[in-house]
T-cell receptor, first 112, second 112 residues
Framework: KQEVTQIPAALSVPEGENLVLNCSFT??????LQWFRQDPGKGLTSLLL?????REQTSGRLNASLDKSSGRSTLYIAASQPGDSATYLC???????????FGTGTRLKVLA | DVKVTQSSRYLVKRTGEKVFLECVQD?????MFWYRQDPGLGLRLIYF???????EKGDIPEGYSVSREKKERFSLILESASTNQTSMYLC???????????FGQGTRLTVV
């Protein structure tokens, strides 16, 4: 059974820092991996989607990488801003019915 | 932009009531999902549907049912609401091609 882990559970950094959020999964036979952002009390906003054949995706200050063989993905945030404060979730898609298994998230706080 | 709309942001219902949560997507997506999100447990899949009138149980279907009579609409039904169904409910949709998932804004349900 696929398990998805995100470490750390919480992170507090000063504004301007570059930071890395980690996501690990136990079964490398994945269809894709998606990173989301969730603000308190709100739904999930899609940030980046990486297909299993890809190694990385970039959008603005965000870069996500995927290493299936080691069961890891990282989300890199460059030059962090207070507006980046949110919970970041990774989700692994297993193909077939396209169900996602979610990690429990990393709660990020960027201090001004 | 893909839009997934949930009918209510907040709901308060009494124990034993029948509760309907509605979700509509506007991108002609084949797949639709209902998750619940609880602190410390993350997102857990309740039901999903990969076509009109088709449904499959997720990880925690007990106490819930679903209906998908039209492609754009996916309803979650709590047959007899109980206090342990107090939670944040999230609807999502995805295309069968990339499987990128898009979420609604969430419904915070409180059962008293």
């Amino acid at each position: 059974k696929q398990e998805v882990t995100q470490i750390p559970a919480a992170l507090s950094v000063p504004e301007g820092e570059n930071l890395v959020l980690n996501c690990s999964f136990t079964d490398s036979a994945i269809y894709n991996l998606q990173w989301f952002r969730q603000d308190p009390g709100k739904g999930l906003t899609s940030l980046l989607l990486i297909q299993s054949s890809q190694r990385e995706q970039t959008s603005g200050r965000l870069n996500a990488s995927l290493d299936k063989s080691s069961g890891r993905s990282t989300l890199y945030i460059a030059a962090s801003q207070p507006g980046d404060s949110a919970t970041y979730l990774c989700a692994v898609g297993g193909g077939g019915t396209y169900k996602y298994i979610f990690g429990t998230g990393t709660r990020l706080k960027v201090l001004a | 932009d893909v839009k997934v709309t949930q009918s209510s942001r907040y709901l308060v219902k009494r124990t034993g009531e029948k509760v309907f949560l509605e979700c509509v997507q506007d991108m002609d997506h084949e797949n639709m999902f209902w998750y619940r999100q609880d602190p410390g447990l993350g997102l857990r899949l309740i039901y999903f549907s990969y076509d009109v009138k088709m449904k499959e149980k997720g990880d925690i279907p007990e106490g819930y049912s679903v209906s998908r009579e039209k492609k754009e609409r996916f309803s979650l039904i709590l047959e007899s609401a109980s206090t342990n169904q107090t939670s944040m409910y999230l609807c999502a949709s995805s295309t069968g091609q990339t499987a990128e998932a898009f979420f609604g804004q969430g419904t915070r349900l409180t059962v008293v």
